[in-house]
C-alpha cells in the first residue's frame, strides 16, 4: 500500500519567505509527527497530532513555525518569515491505527528546505 | 527528558565482517527502543524495536539489538555485513509506545569491498 508522502521534497526560499510543507500519512493512520533533521544530525521532534488535535508542541523552535491537520489526515507545516538556520530536512511520520498494538512510526522521504 | 548516544559517528567495515553499532541512553524512567535506518535520500525505515520481553531482539536483514538495563545500552548488531548495509542507522528512545522519538545523532555505516 501507499506509504507517507510528503510534499515538495526539495524547496529553496529566499530569507524572508514563507513555506508551507505537506504530509500525507498512511490511511487511517491517527498519530502524525513531524521532525526537523539538521545536517549531520538526528531528527528532533517538533509537533504530534492525534487526528485533528495538536496534543504536543513543545518541539516548535520559534513561533515562526505553525503546523495543522484540520481533517484529521494531511498535515502542512508552515515557516513564516524563514531564516538560514530553518535549513534542513522535515520528517513526517504516522502511526497507529485503532486496535494495532504495533506503533511503529512510518516515516516519508522528507522535505529538503534550503533558505538562502 | 531522556537523551540518547551513539558514541561513533562513522563505522568502517570490510564486506563479511562482523558490525556492532553502540548506543547509550539516559533517562529517568522505562523507555521503549528502537534503532532505524536512513539511506540516501529516503526516510527512515525501522529496523527492530524493544517494548517489553526478551532482552535480545531481532530485526529485518540480519540485524539483532540487546537491551541492557544496567548499562542502559541498546547496541545494534550483524554478524556479517553486505555493501548494501551502507547508510546512516539512528537509535531512538520513547517514554510510550506510540509517543515522540528522541533520537541519537546517528552513526554512518560504511561498508568496503
Known amino acids: 500500500g501507499a506509504g507517507v508522502s510528503q510534499s515538495p521534497r526539495y524547496k529553496v526560499a529566499k530569507r524572508g519567505q514563507d513555506v508551507a510543507l505537506r504530509c500525507d500519512p498512511i490511511?487511517?493512520?491517527?498519530?502524525l509527527f513531524w521532525y526537523q533533521q539538521a545536517l549531520g544530525q538526528g531528527p528532533e521532534f517538533l509537533t504530534y497530532?492525534?487526528?485533528?488535535?495538536?496534543?504536543?508542541k513543545s518541539g516548535l523552535p520559534s513561533d515562526r513555525f505553525f503546523a495543522e491537520r484540520p481533517e484529521g489526515s494531511v498535515s502542512t507545516l508552515k515557516i513564516q518569515r524563514t531564516q538560514q538556520e530553518d535549513s534542513a530536512v522535515y520528517l513526517c511520520?504516522?502511526?497507529?491505527?485503532?486496535?494495532?498494538?504495533?506503533?511503529?512510526?512510518?516515516f516519508g522521504p522528507g522535505t529538503r528546505l534550503t533558505v538562502t | 527528558a531522556q537523551s540518547v548516544t551513539q558514541l561513533d559517528s562513522q563505522v568502517p567495515v570490510f564486506e563479511e565482517a562482523p558490525v556492532e553499532l553502540r548506543c547509550n541512553y539516559s533517562?529517568?524512567?522505562?523507555?521503549?527502543l528502537f534503532w532505524y535506518v536512513q539511506y540516501p535520500n529516503q526516510g527512515l525505515q525501522l529496523l527492530l524495536k524493544?517494548?517489553?520481553?526478551?532482552?535480545l531482539v531481532k530485526g529485518i536483514n540480519g540485524f539483532e539489538a540487546e537491551f541492557n538495563k544496567s548499562q542502559t545500552s541498546f547496541h545494534l548488531r550483524k554478524p556479517s555485513v553486505h555493501i548494501s548495509d551502507t547508510a546512516e542507522y539512528f537509535c531512538?528512545?520513547?517514554?510510550?509506545?506510540?509517543?515522540?522519538?528522541?533520537f541519537g545523532g546517528g552513526t554512518r555505516l560504511m561498508v568496503k569491498p
Open positions: 511520520a504516522s502511526s497507529f491505527i485503532q486496535g494495532d498494538s504495533s506503533y511503529e512510526q512510518y
Open positions: 490511511s487511517g493512520h491517527v498519530s
Open positions: 497530532f492525534q487526528n485533528e488535535a495538536q496534543l504536543d
Open positions: 533517562s529517568s524512567v522505562s523507555v521503549y
Open positions: 524493544y517494548l517489553s520481553g526478551s532482552t
Open positions: 531512538a528512545v520513547s517514554l510510550d509506545a506510540g509517543n515522540m522519538l528522541t
